[in-house]
């Protein structure tokens, strides 16, 4: 009976070790909500008009290229519409060089301020 006590105590004080942070052991899933969440806040959004696309092959086109770019977290190129919302990060690239890219794969690019968009509103 005594090495029931014994075994059931360990067990228990086991368990409250692993519940001393408060999230059942946990840790790992509040770390990467943590590092996900500073990712997010050293992204920034550009929004970008592309002239020059004729279809959505056109959109196709330039998204392969985008894929390719080091620094590119998610981008969207919308045809019709002719809009692309990239997520990046500035450390590693900036707007200048996406307009490059996009300029060297065949079309136009610049970029939208809010201000002429809620003017096309």
Do not use: F, R
């Not at 001393?20 to 970008?48: P, Q």
């Amino acid at each position: 009976m005594k090495k029931i006590m014994m075994i059931t105590g360990a067990t228990l004080l086991i368990y409250l070790s692993a519940q001393v942070c408060g999230c059942g052991g946990s840790c790992d899933a509040k770390t990467n909500a943590i590092e996900n969440s500073i990712v997010v806040e050293k992204t920034k959004t550009v929004k970008l008009k592309i002239t020059g696309m004729t279809c959505a092959g056109c959109s196709n086109h330039i998204s392969n290229a985008l894929k390719e770019v080091d620094g590119i977290i998610e981008y969207n190129v919308e045809y019709p519409g002719d809009l692309a919302t990239i997520q990046y990060d500035p450390q590693k690239t900036n707007p200048d060089a996406i307009i490059k890219l996009i300029k060297h794969t065949g079309y136009k690019a610049e970029i939208v301020k809010e201000n002429q968009k809620e003017k096309s509103l």
